[in-house]
């Protein structure tokens, strides 16, 4: 029965371990904490905590009321605390939670976030229920849930404000569903860090990503027809004009419409997690608002949200000649569906380059590398060149983005020419604040244009980044997408509609944003603004390729609209970060952002939400087990070992390897005792 050899013994040990990847959710037992599945007697493996969510939205004109319902019921014996890493809207200002157990409600308050952490751990230990919802990014909330009892569900109930898009005569909103694993750069803080850090996060805290470990969940892929994270999603759109279209390019949808309110729900009744949920209506040409503005008073004082499309000047004015360079992710994040857009992308934007244009690639991954040394003549070697090095691209590797722009920035800075760099990535990254200052400080007189790949992209990289960049984020997340989103690519580069845009107020305001931008074809300027009272008329002014642009607006014939205050503060949030990033004092814009957030209730980095049940459910001898709730792998990407030089993988490397080393050791007391015995 033991005389099988030793070594066959290691060789199973050994071999069949594999390699190290990303944590996912069949990669578990329920054996400790942070533990993701259990095994019942039957074999099968469930999810010790599972999750359901409902997203309902009211849209009116171009705000989006947000409530999104979370059920978290734990399908184990033990009592569970939930952790699950939430995707948002960038843009979304996050002003309430409640926790709902059966018929109570406990409805959370807005704390300072050190104040609502210590808050939620002391009910937590105590063995009361507890919730806390924290910002870890703009778009990536963190939503803890203690003291779930066994067989029991608690739903918790999150609402949020956003503006809707509106780009060339079309109207979307996104809703995030799910995320693309971030890269972590730097190296790993392990003095006083545990190796497994409660595995609520695959990645170790790095010396550029202090919370990597709170911002990399596991991930779990969807197996055949199965529902991984099942959500439903219901809207109301009134929009006040006559739609000519409204479709949703990812998820079936069924539209019904009574009087001038439109109800969209998903013909499925319930989809996976696993792509974001776009919706896009398209009014009839001759019902596109060239102005809007809308109101609302709170606490004595105004708040205005003004919304502006610029006319479209002659489109045959001769565009200058530019240097473009094209810079592509080709990391792991990218493998499956995403290179494959990236790809195609590019190859459509190096067919429209002209003549007169310059050019240059560059590629990264782990590391970087170019075709040219420098800028070259857009001719048809080059150009024939060009797409056969896009061509043999591949993904694999770590998003190490900072390089290849680096290099990008630095390209054509002798030269004349308008620069623009086109970025094609799903923004991965964990270090977007450091991405950020660069963009900032070395971008010159160059522009910037995110062009974002994928079913689930960092839309708060590619915004700021573009923001930073005084350029125009696009998203591409089909393969049928990318001529036209290419196309009007193009078409924002080459004729930006207005600069040096001015509003003078009727009286004193405080607006955001402070300068504005430049304005490109077919997308609106959106101003919000503050002050005790606001009469008269807006002046608008700017200067267009062949003229001077000049309007006014009545500030009488204003609508009503609710949560622009929350909007307002959210924005001048943003604009205090922004500062912070282009190199103001640090404790100056902490308190500045604690003030507006407290005062307006909005979830951000330095405040939270916390609801406390004040009943003990879970005695003191009853243990409490924390598990991370799996994101679904996003539609299209493979899940596989993309950080091979981050701490996620000498982490877990290290750790798969202490675990062959201790198995082995055991197998051989093992077999020596057994050899003994039968002696």
Same mark, same amino acid.
Request: proline share 5%; net charge neutral.
């Given at each position: 029965?033991?005389?099988?050899? *030793?070594?066959?013994?290691?060789?199973?040990l050994?071999?069949?371990?594999?390699?190290?990847?990303?944590?996912?959710?069949?990669?578990? /037992?329920?054996?400790?904490s942070?533990?993701?599945?259990?095994?019942?007697?039957s074999?099968? =493996?469930?999810?010790?905590? @599972?999750?359901?969510?409902? &997203?309902?939205?009211?849209?009116t004109?171009?705000?989006?009321?947000?409530?999104?319902?979370?059920?978290?019921?734990?399908?184990?014996?033990?009592?569970?605390?939930?952790?699950?890493?939430? !995707?948002?809207?960038?843009?979304?200002a +996050?002003?309430?939670?409640k926790?709902?157990?059966?018929?109570?409600?406990?409805?959370?308050?807005?704390?300072?976030?050190? +104040?609502?952490?210590?808050?939620?751990?002391?009910?937590?230990?105590?063995g009361?229920?507890?919730?806390?919802?924290?910002?870890?990014?703009?778009?990536?909330?963190?939503?803890?849930?203690?003291?779930?009892?066994?067989?029991?569900?608690? /739903?918790?109930?999150?609402?949020?404000?956003?503006?809707?898009d509106?780009?060339?005569?079309e109207?979307?909103? $996104?809703?995030?569903?799910?995320?693309?694993?971030?890269?972590?750069p730097?190296?790993p803080?392990?003095?006083?860090?545990?190796?497994v850090t409660?595995? =609520?996060?695959?990645?170790? !805290?790095?010396?550029?990503?202090? #919370?990597? @470990?709170?911002i990399?969940?596991?991930?779990?892929?969807?197996?055949g027809?199965?529902?991984?994270?099942?959500?439903?999603?219901s809207?109301?759109?009134?929009t006040?004009?006559?739609?000519?279209?409204?479709a949703?390019?990812?998820?079936? +949808?069924?539209?019904?419409?009574?009087?001038?309110?439109?109800?969209?729900?998903?013909?499925?009744?319930?989809?996976?997690m696993?792509?974001?949920f776009?919706?896009?209506?398209?009014?009839?040409?001759?019902?596109?608002?060239?102005?809007?503005?809308?109101?609302?008073?709170?606490?004595?004082?105004?708040?205005?949200?003004?919304?502006?499309?610029?006319?479209?000047?002659?489109?045959?004015?001769?565009?200058?000649?530019?240097d473009?360079?094209?810079?592509?992710?080709?990391?792991?994040?990218?493998?499956?569906?995403?290179?494959? %857009?990236?790809?195609?992308?590019?190859?459509?934007a190096?067919?429209?380059?002209?003549p007169?244009?310059?050019?240059?690639?560059i590629?990264?991954?782990?590391?970087?590398? $170019?075709?040219y040394?420098?800028?070259? !003549?857009? #001719?048809?070697?080059? *150009?024939?060149?060009?797409e056969?090095?896009?061509?043999?691209?591949?993904?694999?590797?770590?998003?190490?983005?900072?390089?290849?722009l680096?290099? &990008?920035m630095?390209?054509?800075?002798?030269?004349?020419?308008?620069?623009?760099?086109?970025?094609?990535?799903?923004?991965?990254?964990?270090n977007?604040?450091?991405?950020?200052e660069?963009i900032?400080?070395?971008?010159?007189?160059? $522009?910037?244009?995110?062009?974002?790949?994928?079913?689930?992209?960092?839309?708060?990289?590619?915004?700021q980044?573009a923001?930073?960049?005084r350029?125009?984020?696009?998203?591409?997340?089909?393969?049928?997408?990318?001529?036209?989103?290419m #196309?009007?690519?193009?078409?924002?580069?080459? =004729?930006?509609?207005?600069?040096?845009?001015?509003?003078?107020?009727?009286?004193?305001?405080?607006?955001?944003?402070?300068?504005?931008?430049a304005?490109?074809?077919g997308e609106?300027?959106?101003?919000?603004?503050?002050?005790?009272?606001?009469?008269g008329?807006? @002046?608008?002014?700017?200067?267009?390729?062949d003229?001077?642009?000049?309007?006014?607006l009545?500030?009488?014939?204003?609508?009503? %609209?609710s949560?622009i205050?929350?909007?307002?503060?959210?924005?001048?949030?943003?604009?205090?970060?922004?500062?912070e990033?282009?190199?103001e004092?640090?404790?100056?814009?902490?308190? &500045?952002?604690?003030n507006?957030?407290?005062r =307006?209730?909005?979830?951000?980095?330095?405040?939270?939400?916390v609801?406390v049940?004040?009943?003990?459910?879970?005695?003191?001898?009853?243990?409490?087990?924390?598990?991370?709730?799996?994101?679904? *792998?996003?539609?299209?990407? +493979?899940?596989?070992?993309?950080y091979?030089?981050?701490?996620?993988?000498?982490s877990?490397?290290?750790?798969?390897?202490?675990?062959?080393?201790?198995?082995a050791?055991?197998?051989?007391?093992?077999?020596?005792?057994?050899?003994?015995?039968?002696?």
């Open positions: 029965m033991f005389r099988r050899p *030793l070594s066959t013994f290691l060789v199973i050994f071999f069949g371990v594999g390699s190290p990847r990303p944590i996912s959710a069949a990669a578990f /037992e329920d054996i400790g942070g533990q993701i599945l259990f095994r019942k007697e074999g099968r =493996h469930l999810a010790a905590l @599972h999750l359901k969510s409902h &997203a309902e939205l009211k849209i004109g171009i705000i989006a009321h947000v409530t999104l319902t979370q059920t978290f019921r734990n399908q184990t014996q033990d009592w569970r605390e939930a952790v699950y890493v939430m !995707p948002m809207a960038d843009t979304a +996050v002003s309430g939670m926790m709902i157990i059966g018929e109570r409600v406990i409805r959370a308050k807005i704390k300072e976030k050190e +104040v609502a952490r210590k808050i939620y751990n002391k009910a937590k230990s105590e009361k229920k507890a919730a806390l919802t924290e910002q870890s990014r703009p778009n990536l909330f963190r939503q803890n849930v203690a003291n779930i009892g066994p067989g029991e569900v608690v /739903e918790i109930e999150i609402t949020y404000i956003q503006t809707v509106y780009d060339y005569g109207f979307s909103l $996104r809703l995030p569903m799910t995320l693309t694993p971030r890269f972590m730097g190296r803080l392990t003095d006083g860090v545990p190796l409660d595995a =609520h996060g695959w990645a170790m !805290p790095t010396t550029e990503v202090a #919370d990597a @470990h709170l990399s969940p596991p991930m779990t892929e969807r197996l027809q199965e529902i991984v994270n099942p959500i439903s999603i809207i109301s759109l009134e006040g004009l006559d739609l000519k279209e409204i949703s390019p990812y998820h079936p +949808v069924s539209v019904t419409r009574r009087d001038e309110i439109y109800r969209v729900e998903l013909s499925q009744g319930e989809v996976s696993d792509r974001d776009v919706l896009r209506w398209q009014p009839v040409v001759e019902g596109v608002p060239r102005a809007a503005v809308f109101r609302e008073r709170v606490a004595g004082e105004d708040y205005v949200l003004l919304m502006m499309v610029p006319p479209d000047r002659d489109h045959s004015i001769r565009a200058l000649p530019r473009m360079i094209f810079v592509i992710d080709t990391s792991g994040s990218m493998q499956g569906t995403s290179i494959e %857009q990236a790809k195609s992308s590019l190859k459509r190096i067919s429209s380059l002209r007169e244009d310059r050019f240059n690639l590629e990264f991954n782990n590391a970087w590398s $170019r075709l040394s420098g800028v070259q !003549p857009a #001719d048809s070697s080059n *150009l024939r060149q060009a056969d090095w896009a061509a043999r691209l591949q993904a694999g590797g770590g998003t190490n983005m900072l390089p290849a680096n290099v &990008a630095q390209l054509g800075e002798e030269e004349r020419n308008l620069k623009h760099i086109v970025f094609i990535t799903d923004g991965a990254v964990g977007e604040t450091a991405l950020f660069a900032a400080g070395k971008l010159g007189d160059g $522009r910037l244009f995110p062009v974002g790949i994928g079913s689930a992209p960092n839309s708060y990289f590619m915004r980044a923001k930073f960049g350029g125009t984020y696009t998203h591409i997340g089909d393969l049928k997408d990318v001529t036209v989103k #196309d009007e690519l193009y078409e924002k580069i080459d =004729h930006p509609v207005a600069t040096d845009v001015v509003v003078q107020w009727p009286g004193e305001v405080e607006s955001y944003p402070k300068k504005i931008p304005l490109y074809r609106p300027l959106l101003i919000f603004a503050k002050a005790d009272q606001l009469d008329e807006i @002046h608008i002014s700017g200067v267009t390729a003229s001077g642009w000049n309007q006014s009545s500030l009488e014939a204003k609508s009503s %609209q949560g205050g929350s909007l307002w503060a959210r924005k001048k949030i943003e604009t205090l970060n922004d500062a990033v282009r190199g004092d640090k404790e100056t814009i902490r308190k &500045a952002i604690v507006v957030a407290l =307006h209730s909005l979830v951000s980095r330095y405040t939270s939400l609801a049940e004040e009943f003990v459910e879970r005695m003191p001898h009853e243990k409490l087990r924390s598990s991370a709730v799996p994101n679904a *792998l996003a539609k299209g990407q +493979v899940l596989t070992a993309m091979p030089r981050t701490a996620t993988r000498s877990l490397s290290l750790l798969v390897g202490l675990t062959v080393m201790l198995t050791l055991l197998w051989i007391v093992v077999w020596r005792r057994m050899e003994r015995l039968h002696a």
